[in-house]
């Protein structure tokens, strides 16, 4: 049986400078087990299966798999996944909103300035972390109590614990431990100076399923996340632009903006540089 893969970039300033997801489409003869097994032997972080969909709302269906789990949601595998969608109907190429199904529901997509974004999710777990919870992320990241700013769950599905540091520099400053007895998924952004574009510095740190701490080259979840934070606590106030990847040699750029509903959006460019067919599953 064969089934079409495309190879996309999202979030990236520039060809390949950003983060790769695959996405396979017609995957409906695909059962979990082997959309988990397809996911590992990939080794990228997540891989995204686009469906017809289920919801008479909704345009497409996509499951999301990381190299341990299925994900509710995530930023870039939805970019991505309607991108690869949207190209394989020529008709819908300028499509103003799309819905998107998925484990965490319907997530709405609509055209900005050239680029797609998504509406950022409620999260379902928020609030500030409990002393023991701040330790943690605080070990893993090797910095000072007195370092963090602030800190919060800002869980939109992956599990994110955030931490706003003094500054972008602080940020990029960081050498997580390489390895974790537990599973923990922690996000950490500092402001760049006046003036500069971007305005955020923005890195992820999550364990793998075997335990070693890896570093997310660009995350659109977290990125919402984060925008709904710094919004809600005045922080920003107006559209901005977080840069993430940097310390990987990528050149990740987030545009963040808040409409007059409060919604926050996320978007960024997608690219596709492999398009090819999967055989032998």
């Given at each position: 049986?064969?089934?079409?893969?495309?190879?996309?970039?999202v979030?990236?300033s520039?060809?390949?400078?950003?983060?790769?997801?695959?996405v396979?489409?017609?995957?409906?003869?695909?059962?979990?087990?082997?959309?988990?097994?397809?996911?590992?032997?990939?080794?990228?972080?997540?891989?995204?299966f686009?469906?017809?969909?289920?919801?008479?709302?909704a345009?497409?269906?996509?499951?999301?798999?990381?190299?341990?789990?299925?994900?509710?949601f995530a930023?870039?595998?939805?970019?991505?996944?309607?991108?690869?969608?949207?190209?394989?109907?020529?008709?819908?190429?300028?499509?103003?909103?799309?819905?998107?199904?998925?484990g965490?529901?319907?997530?709405?997509?609509?055209?900005?300035?050239?680029?797609?974004?998504?509406?950022?999710?409620?999260?379902?777990r928020?609030?500030?972390?409990?002393?023991?919870?701040?330790?943690?992320?605080?070990?893993?990241?090797?910095?000072?109590?007195?370092?963090?700013?602030?800190?919060?769950?800002?869980?939109?599905?992956?599990g994110?614990?955030?931490?706003?540091?003094?500054?972008?520099?602080?940020?990029?400053?960081?050498h997580?431990?390489?390895?974790?007895?537990?599973?923990?998924?922690?996000?950490?952004?500092?402001?760049?100076?006046?003036?500069?574009?971007p305005?955020?510095?923005?890195?992820?740190?999550?364990?793998?399923?075997?335990?070693?701490?890896?570093?997310?080259?660009?995350?659109?979840?977290?990125?919402?996340?984060?925008?709904?934070?710094?919004?809600?606590?005045?922080?920003?106030?107006?559209?901005?632009?977080?840069?993430?990847?940097?310390?990987?040699?990528?050149?990740?750029?987030?545009?963040?903006s808040?409409?007059?509903?409060h919604?926050?959006?996320?978007?960024?460019?997608?690219r596709?540089?492999?398009?090819?067919a999967?055989?032998?599953?």
């Open positions: 049986m064969t089934f079409a893969i495309h190879m996309v970039d979030f990236g520039g060809a390949l400078s950003g983060n790769p997801l695959a396979v489409t017609g995957a409906d003869a695909l059962n979990t087990h082997d959309m988990q097994r397809l996911t590992r032997w990939l080794n990228l972080s997540e891989t995204a686009v469906f017809a969909p289920r919801h008479p709302e345009d497409y269906r996509v499951r999301i798999f990381t190299l341990d789990r299925e994900m509710p930023g870039h595998p939805t970019l991505g996944s309607c991108h690869v969608w949207l190209s394989a109907h020529n008709r819908l190429e300028h499509k103003a909103a799309i819905v998107q199904e998925c965490a529901g319907l997530v709405q997509l609509r055209r900005d300035r050239g680029r797609l974004a998504f509406a950022a999710p409620p999260l379902i928020s609030g500030p972390p409990t002393p023991p919870e701040l330790d943690e992320a605080r070990q893993l990241l090797g910095i000072d109590a007195s370092d963090i700013l602030d800190a919060a769950w800002i869980d939109n599905g992956p994110w614990l955030g931490i706003r540091l003094l500054s972008a520099e602080k940020v990029l400053s960081l997580p431990a390489r390895r974790w007895r537990t599973r923990i998924d922690v996000g950490v952004i500092g402001p760049h100076a006046n003036g500069s574009d305005g955020f510095e923005v890195r992820a740190f999550f364990s793998d399923h075997l335990g070693a701490i890896v570093e997310d080259p660009v995350t659109g979840s977290l990125n919402a996340s984060f925008a709904q934070w710094l919004f809600a606590t005045g922080m920003v106030h107006g559209d901005y632009i977080a840069a993430q990847g940097t310390c990987l040699g990528r050149q990740g750029r987030i545009y963040l808040r409409d007059d509903a919604q926050v959006w996320v978007g960024g460019e997608t596709t540089h492999i398009e090819g999967l055989r032998g599953l």
